[in-house]
């Protein structure tokens, strides 16, 4: 299959032809002919494998003719971070070079002014955050009576509990006559109800079962040690391996974000640090200060979980197991993208093990485990943990257990065994239907907040809390304040 036979204009496949794609992927292949015969799409496909040109390229040939009034885009692009819609915007124009739309990114925490002039001169393609999106719309800039596209991109995380009450606000700021895409590598099944109601008739083009990883990912799990400092020496055990060029690490919390970069930084390794918290500004240079390579290790919350396509990650590590399945699926294929290969290494710890059961009943797929696994007694008690500490609220089950705090290792035999430790530790998963509003990294509508520090050389004194909460931190700076001859030479140094 070639790209000129899926019927898109002349100047779109001569772009892709200068870009260098030989052929369109699977899920390419598939969904542009469905939504240039304007149908709604559901499209389903692995992580990495060009979701964002199988709707970039029917809209650019669909766009080509037809023009903007201001103020009252032609169609509609939203993303559940601001990262992900500014990625989409530069594939906009990476692919629709040779048209002359007008393409806006609204996205929180920038000026609105310039977003404004660019919606007033009229936008074809509008790419967004709903909460910018919103606050856009309330103080009357933006209009969406002339929205013919409109475009989900990560649709699973948008239909979630944060973002839900903003899609559907604006679902019905659009004409019912237009043409709705959907787009994800995960979609659970009771999110999928929910996602019909936004589509009219639609084809369902699912490349591979939705929550398949990437085939392009060797996936392992490594059995760590619950206290927080000997599960850092554990990553930092990881971490010096050969084979890890670069790395992405997850961690469930912004707290934690922030002390495992402190601490990899006392290490001396080549670390940024990325959550929603921090100004966008900093979020945006960590971002491009990972990409061109000046960082070589990224630490990360969720926000950088879904979506971000940096060709060259050597490495997926989850320090923390996350907390809802099809989160790993997108964590870990932050490697492994666009045909090349990428290793994902899981810390799993006691407490994890049905975490761990829990992705790999939804990924259909085992994991193997690298060096010692856990014994039929671990598996047997961390399961029998369930449930006995009662459900969390909704309010803070996204924030999981808080198990730096309790100080003790409790991999230590006895609690092993009997499970009494992490029983009462540990709040039970919250059921599908309680999934958890994770305004963290949510660029949900929300009155305007203050932004607190971010982790990068412009917090470069350390708090006395994280002091306290581990010996190992000390003072910090960023990379470039990091002397060369100071960088480990194995591994993750320049
Ligand atoms: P997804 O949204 O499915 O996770 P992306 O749309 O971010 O994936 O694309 C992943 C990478 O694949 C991007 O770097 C993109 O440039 C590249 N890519 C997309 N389509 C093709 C193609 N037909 N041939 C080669 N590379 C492609
Ligand atoms: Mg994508």
Redesign the pocket.
């Known amino acids: 299959m070639l790209f000129s036979d899926l019927g898109l204009s002349k100047k779109v496949t001569e772009t892709i032809e200068e870009v260098g794609?030989?052929?369109?992927?699977p899920?390419?292949a598939a969904a542009i002919p469905e939504i240039l015969k304007a149908r709604d799409v559901l499209g389903i496909?692995?992580?990495?494998?060009?979701?964002?040109?199988s709707f970039t390229l029917p809209l650019l040939t669909k766009l080509e003719t037809g023009r903007a009034r201001a103020r009252m885009p032609r169609s509609l692009i939203l993303c559940p971070t601001r990262e992900l819609a500014a990625q989409v915007f530069e594939?906009f124009e990476k692919y629709g070079k040779r048209q002359k739309l007008s393409v806006a990114l609204l996205i929180g925490g920038v000026a609105f002014k310039d977003q404004e002039r660019i919606l007033d001169r009229g936008a074809d393609v509008l790419i967004a955050t709903p909460g910018r999106m919103m606050d856009h719309f309330e103080r009357g800039k933006l209009m969406l009576t002339r929205v013919e596209y409109f475009v989900i991109d990560e649709a699973d995380r948008m239909l979630d509990m944060g973002f839900i009450p903003d899609i559907e606000r604006i679902s019905k700021l659009i004409p019912f006559t237009r043409q709705t895409l959907l787009?994800s590598?995960t979609m659970p099944k009771e999110i999928e109800v929910l996602a019909e109601k936004f589509l009219q008739n639609p084809v369902r083009v699912e490349v591979a079962r939705a929550a398949t990883t990437a085939n392009t990912i060797t996936q392992k799990v490594v059995y760590a040690p619950s206290g927080h400092k000997e599960k850092r020496q554990c990553l930092r055990d990881i971490l010096g391996g050969s084979e890890v060029k670069n790395a992405i690490i997850f961690a469930n919390r912004k707290k934690d974000v922030e002390i495992i970069f402190k601490s990899l930084a006392v290490h001396k390794f080549s670390v940024g640090g990325l959550h929603g918290d921090m100004a966008q500004s900093a979020r945006m240079e960590v971002l491009a200060n990972f990409k061109n390579g000046k960082l070589l290790l990224l630490v990360a919350s969720d926000v950088a979980a879904r979506?971000l396509?940096i060709?060259n990650v050597s490495h997926v590590i989850n320090y923390d197991m996350p907390m809802q399945p099809e989160d790993y699926v997108h964590r870990i294929?932050r490697t492994g993208?666009?045909g090349r290969s990428g290793t994902a290494i899981s810390m799993v710890t006691f407490d994890d093990i049905r975490q761990l059961k829990a992705i790999e009943k939804v990924t259909e797929q085992p994991i193997e485990w690298q060096g010692e696994a856990p014994s039929e007694d671990d598996f047997e008690a961390s399961s029998k943990i369930r449930g006995r500490a009662g459900r969390p609220s909704r309010n803070n089950a996204h924030r999981g257990p808080d198990r730096y705090k309790l100080g003790a290792d409790s991999r230590k035999p006895a609690n092993r065994k009997s499970g009494k430790t992490e029983k009462a530790e540990r709040p039970a998963r919250p059921a599908r239907q309680e999934r958890p509003a994770r305004t963290e990294n949510a660029d949900v509508a929300k009155p305007a907040q203050p932004e607190p520090k971010a982790p990068t050389n412009e917090t470069a004194k350390p708090k006395a809390s994280a002091k306290k909460h581990d010996k190992d931190i000390i003072a910090f700076g960023a990379h470039d304040h990091i002397p060369d001859f100071l960088l480990r030479s194995s591994g993750l140094t320049k």
Do not use: H
């Open positions: 794609y030989t052929e369109p992927t899920i390419q496909a692995q992580t990495g494998t060009g979701k964002t040109a594939n787009f590598a979506g396509d060709p294929g993208r666009a």
